[in-house]
């Protein structure tokens, strides 16, 4: 086969696609919007915390929404994940207490980063056998798909009973991570930075992996169009296992953050934040990993100057976010492809 | 006669199945005088409530295809209506019905909203929306505490006529009290029969079999002319309010409520097993669910207390068998129960007939 080294007549006069920049902007909007509430230290506080916790609910959402994109499979047991990743990291972490609770940041790395690969190790394979035995019997059958998965979290939920026990285990911050940068009247604390560090490293890897790679190339397209994808001969089923697989150690890796942002850990830990995932990819337009990213942001902020302001209706602040997107756009921020 | 008034023509359909549903309608008619105390009326109580909470669930799960994780939600707007109302007001039947009434508005108008919103779209958005609605609304009652009691509940007095106190004659009836319990639950009774007549009713109607056909098909249900959306809409109405008058019953039954009660998750499980083990997609099937899975509940837990103590020496399958993992083992009967039995108990059975036939 010899490919064409100049592009055919009429290749050129593809139409591109345009870049949509306008949802950038709600970020900026919203947080301004909550500017003349919030005295200036106390915001640049809250915006931070909101940032940072957006990052997290980025790393767990991103592989749910493209498992749904590609496959349509909404996965309920997705919390199971992250719980997993969290109890394991708390087993790893305490096998060398000692460097975790040293001031040394690197020490603190030392054991904190095997803890992460760990976690993403152990919740891949989870992923793996997830897959085959939960999900693989029941595609195309949207209801019982639901059912399945659920019961699948009940039965992963009381599995870490049965091996980690019942209670709630704390998940202290390595010591070099604790305490906070003064920033002018402002406090931000240290953890948050490094959780920003990570996301962004993390959304980084995955833009480039969607961009730039031929295997991005085939997820975005399977995305878009399923059957092109398989007519054209590649094996989407196996792309699928990958994503998926992805997703759930991405999911570890995010509950091993979400246990250290909450310093203590509990079975049920995944279950409560899958409803804040279900809103971000909604928010975001199922099956895309930009719109994810944004959704994940602005439900951060918006449950930090919501939590702040009027604690008692923070988590139907973010179902109002919900309704609000969706009646501008109702298929999501980044609608993608056939829904 | 029977089956054409009282059933609306939708017979058992198996002779095993007839049998079972006498047994179990018998059982729970006759509990205060074969199973004297007070742990199996509430027992008989809460399968009756159930039956209700669970038929109104497959009215959308079995018969539409509709996923809804709020059903728990207006299950627990009944019962706080009913609570918050006798709470403020006299313990009179006055109260009660302001209760019902304002807990029917607030479903009705909420479930309508719910639908609306959502219904248009696939199965999947629809299970996750109504799942946040869900949580936010649980959080929001267990918030509100000047309202709803907070994590405490609500405990209140009922009118006096099913009030424990109160006393029908001094003497006993074929050896049995006839004190305001056994009064309420033979109430509670008729209203479940009634309650589960008037959806079998429903859905043996036209209106009925529109729905079935959106389930089978809703493309083609949408090509012969009817409005899926409004279908499903009015359903999930439907559906809310049957959910709400089993959430009423269950306040009064108990004199009190609270979140535990009736909005936590693990009473949406509870309901999706039921449906899944009675089957889905016949009304018969929430009863036979109901009836088994209630039993199992206090059965299997002490069943797993014994073998907790057998096993006190080994490690894991210690704490596998521990009777708090109960619901691991319902969860893993779930998962095998959806793959090898998608049409539950009475499914099988109404199987077994047509292989017979044929």
Redo the contacts between chains.
């Keep these: 086969m010899t490919a064409p080294s100049t592009p055919a007549p009429g290749m050129d006069a593809l139409p591109k696609v345009r870049k949509d920049f306008v949802p950038l902007f709600l970020i900026p909007a919203i947080a301004l919007l909550a500017l003349p509430f919030i005295s200036p230290s106390t915001w640049l506080t809250l915006t931070f915390a909101g940032l940072a916790m957006g990052m997290i609910l980025f790393i767990l959402s991103s592989g749910l929404t493209l498992i749904f994109g590609l496959m349509d499979v909404l996965n309920f047991g997705h919390g199971v994940f992250i719980s997993v990743g969290a109890f394991i990291a708390t087993t790893i972490i305490g096998t060398a207490a000692g460097w975790s609770d040293s001031e040394s940041l690197l020490r603190n790395l030392g054991i904190v980063l095997p803890a992460m690969l760990g976690a993403m190790a152990l919740t891949a394979l989870l992923g793996l056998i997830f897959e085959r035995v939960i999900i693989r019997p029941v595609y195309g059958q949207p209801l019982k798909q639901i059912m399945i998965t659920m019961g699948g979290m009940i039965v992963g939920q009381e599995l870490i009973k049965v091996l980690w026990g019942p209670q709630a285990i704390p998940l202290l911050l390595p010591g070099g991570m604790r305490g906070s940068i003064l920033l002018g009247e402002a406090a931000i604390e240290k953890y948050r930075v490094v959780a920003v560090v990570i996301g962004l490293a993390v959304f980084a890897a995955m833009m480039w992996v969607m961009t730039r790679t031929k295997l991005g190339l085939l997820i975005r397209a399977g995305v878009h169009d399923r059957e092109m994808v398989e007519s054209m001969g590649y094996r989407i089923r196996r792309l699928f296992i990958g994503v998926f697989v992805a997703g759930s150690a991405l999911a570890g890796l995010g509950g091993v953050m979400w246990g250290l942002y909450q310093q203590s850990v509990v079975a049920e830990m995944g279950g409560a934040v899958n409803v804040l995932l279900f809103i971000v990819i909604i928010i975001g337009g199922l099956g895309s990993v930009g719109g994810c990213f944004l959704g994940s942001m602005l439900v951060g902020l918006v449950a930090n100057y919501v939590g702040f302001l009027a604690p008692k209706v923070a988590l139907f602040s973010n179902i109002g976010l919900m309704v609000i997107v969706l009646l501008w756009r109702p298929q999501g921020l980044y609608a993608v492809g056939k829904q | 006669m029977i089956s054409k008034f009282l059933l609306s023509g939708d017979t058992p359909r198996s002779k095993v199945l007839a049998a079972l549903l006498v047994l179990i309608v018998l059982g729970l008619a006759l509990t205060p005088f074969i199973f004297p105390g007070a742990k199996s009326l509430n027992v008989a109580a809460k399968i009756c409530i159930f039956v209700v909470l669970v038929a109104s669930f497959d009215l959308m799960?079995g018969y539409t295809?509709i996923?809804s994780f709020a059903h728990t939600m207006f299950f627990g707007i009944g019962a706080y209506g009913v609570a918050i109302a006798l709470t403020h007001l006299p313990p009179k039947w006055g109260s009660v019905g302001i209760g019902v009434a304002g807990a029917l508005a607030v479903s009705i108008l909420l479930s309508l909203v719910v639908g609306l919103?959502s219904l248009r779209?696939?199965?999947?958005?629809f299970?996750?929306?109504t799942?946040?609605?869900a949580?936010?609304f649980q959080?929001?009652a267990s918030?509100?505490s000047d309202i709803t009691g907070g994590e405490d509940g609500l405990t209140f007095k009922v009118p006096e006529l099913i009030s424990p106190a109160f006393q029908l004659r001094e003497q006993p009836f074929l050896g049995v009290t006839l004190d305001g319990r056994i009064i309420g639950f033979y109430l509670l009774l008729v209203a479940v029969v009634v309650l589960f007549l008037v959806m079998l009713r429903i859905v043996n109607s036209p209106f009925g079999r529109v729905l079935q056909a959106i389930r089978e098909n809703a493309f083609r249900a949408e090509a012969l002319g009817y409005r899926t959306v409004v279908y499903r809409t009015w359903t999930n109405v439907l559906s809310a309010v049957f959910a709400t008058l089993a959430g009423c019953l269950l306040a009064l039954w108990l004199r009190y409520n609270g979140p535990d009660t009736t909005l936590s998750?693990a009473i949406m499980?509870d309901i999706?097993l039921m449906v899944?083990i009675g089957g889905m997609g016949t009304l018969y099937g929430s009863v036979v669910g109901a009836t088994i899975f209630i039993l199992a509940e206090n059965y299997l837990q002490d069943l797993m207390k014994v073998g907790s103590t057998a096993f006190a020496k080994i490690p894991?399958l210690k704490?596998?068998v521990?009777p708090?993992?109960w619901?691991?083992w319902?969860?893993?009967l779930?998962?095998v129960g959806?793959?090898k039995f998608?049409l539950g108990i009475v499914g099988k059975l109404r199987m077994r007939l047509k292989k017979a036939a044929a």
């Design positions: 799960l295809g996923f919103f779209v696939k199965a999947m958005f299970a996750m929306i799942l946040a609605v949580t936010a959080t929001l918030q509100m998750f499980m999706l899944v894991v704490d596998l521990h708090d993992r619901l691991l319902l969860g893993i779930f998962i959806i793959y998608p």
